[in-house]
């Protein structure tokens, strides 16, 4: 395992602290992290991350940078620009970009930074914010293979699987197809536990726990369902509203793009538009059951 390699990290929020914290934590590597709030940067300084106060601080230390951002402003943001990893980058550097991301401008920024000759990897993570906390997260990867063996060893830090989808988009392109299926799921989750409640037969818990041993069973039912919509609890520190609406429009660009029409897909992003009009959208996902309740007149 490499040990010389200095890793820059952008992006210590919920998923990104614990990760950079997991490459700090797990080696002897020297890390600098960056992030728009310095103290998300700070709370890691215990587990050997450096403060890089400035872009150029990490981009002229760091021989792999991890992205972990919200999206495509974000990213274009921290990218683009006199001030930006592209411009401040050079050649034998490799950026891994662990953001969810619209496939064009994953291919679009990953060509500016190669004429630079520095290489890229998008690699957007899967499950939950506890697992970003526990290491347990998995990887859809995209790139060159030797590139992706180069960022490997930081990957086994920060989670268990690295999925190599094929060339630099496909990892996006696999996590948008996750996002969206995780996004119908829970959709049809909401209206099952509304569904329940309404019949007076059976309440959320019973309903969710009934399935869980049955064909229906899945990550998302016993995690999203039983964990938080049937226990109405929808927090605002996890994977909220906006954040799946957002990748779900990216999704929908895809299916678009490749000549797919996703019919499911669109009703379920009426009803997430919906719940973030009603004031949800910085909430857990698991919020639409409430929309699909306060919507069931109507």
Same mark, same amino acid.
């Given at each position: 395992? %490499?040990?010389?390699?200095?890793?820059?990290? &952008? /992006?210590? !929020?919920?998923?990104?602290?614990?990760?950079?914290?997991?490459?700090?934590?797990?080696?002897?590597?020297?890390?600098?992290?960056?992030?728009?709030?310095?103290?998300?940067?700070?709370?890691?300084?215990?587990?050997? +991350?450096?403060?890089? =106060?400035?872009?150029?601080?990490?981009?002229?230390?760091?021989?792999?940078?991890?992205?972990?951002?919200?999206?495509?402003?974000?990213?274009?943001?921290?990218?683009? !620009?006199? *001030?930006?990893?592209?411009?401040?980058?050079?050649?034998?550097?490799? &950026? +891994?970009?662990?953001? #969810?991301? %619209?496939v064009p401008m994953t291919h679009e920024i990953a060509a500016a930074f190669e004429e630079k000759g520095v290489k890229f990897v998008d690699a957007p993570v899967t499950r939950s914010a506890q697992a970003?906390?526990?290491?347990?997260?998995?990887?859809? +990867?995209? !790139?060159?293979?030797?590139?992706?063996?180069r960022a490997r060893p930081y990957f086994d830090r920060m989670g268990q699987d690295v999925n190599h989808g094929g060339p630099v988009g496909a990892g996006q392109f696999l996590k948008l197809m996750n996002?969206?299926? $995780?996004?119908?799921? #829970?959709?049809?989750? !909401?209206?099952?536990? $509304?569904?329940?409640?309404?019949? /007076?037969?059976?309440?959320?818990?019973?309903?969710?726990?009934?399935?869980? #041993?049955?064909?229906?069973?899945?990550?998302?039912?016993?995690?999203?369902?039983?964990?938080?919509?049937?226990?109405?609890?929808?927090?605002?520190?996890?994977?909220? &509203?906006?954040?799946?609406?957002?990748?779900?429009?990216?999704? &929908?660009? +895809?299916? *678009?793009?490749? /000549?797919? $029409?996703?019919?499911?897909?669109?009703?379920?992003?009426?009803?997430?538009?919906?719940?973030?009009?009603?004031?949800?959208? *910085? @909430?857990?996902? =698991? $919020?639409?059951?409430?929309?699909?309740?306060?919507?069931?007149? @109507?």
């Amino acid at each position: 395992m %490499p040990s010389n390699e200095v890793i820059g990290f &952008i /992006g210590l !929020g919920v998923m990104g602290g614990p990760m950079c914290g997991h490459i700090a934590r797990k080696g002897d590597n020297r890390v600098i992290g960056h992030d728009v709030d310095m103290s998300m940067v700070e709370a890691w300084a215990d587990d050997g +991350v450096e403060a890089g =106060t400035a872009l150029s601080d990490v981009a002229s230390a760091a021989d792999i940078i991890f992205l972990s951002l919200p999206g495509e402003p974000q990213i274009r943001a921290v990218c683009e !620009g006199s *001030e930006g990893l592209i411009a401040l980058s050079r050649a034998g550097q490799l &950026i +891994v970009d662990c953001s #969810t991301a %619209p496939v064009p401008m994953t291919h679009e920024i990953a060509a500016a930074f190669e004429e630079k000759g520095v290489k890229f990897v998008d690699a957007p993570v899967t499950r939950s914010a506890q697992a970003a906390r526990d290491g347990t997260l998995s990887f859809m +990867v995209g !790139g060159a293979a030797e590139d992706i063996e180069r960022a490997r060893p930081y990957f086994d830090r920060m989670g268990q699987d690295v999925n190599h989808g094929g060339p630099v988009g496909a990892g996006q392109f696999l996590k948008l197809m996750n996002n969206m299926l $995780v996004a119908r799921i #829970t959709h049809a989750l !909401g209206e099952a536990l $509304v569904c329940a409640r309404e019949s /007076g037969l059976v309440d959320g818990e019973t309903l969710f726990e009934a399935m869980a #041993t049955g064909s229906a069973d899945s990550f998302v039912l016993r995690n999203h369902g039983l964990k938080f919509m049937a226990k109405d609890h929808h927090p605002t520190e996890s994977f909220r &509203i906006s954040y799946l609406l957002k990748d779900l429009n990216y999704a &929908i660009d +895809v299916a *678009e793009s490749c /000549g797919v $029409v996703m019919e499911g897909a669109y009703t379920n992003r009426e009803v997430l538009e919906r719940a973030d009009k009603m004031g949800f959208g *910085e @909430k857990y996902h =698991t $919020v639409i059951a409430e929309a699909i309740e306060r919507g069931k007149n @109507k």
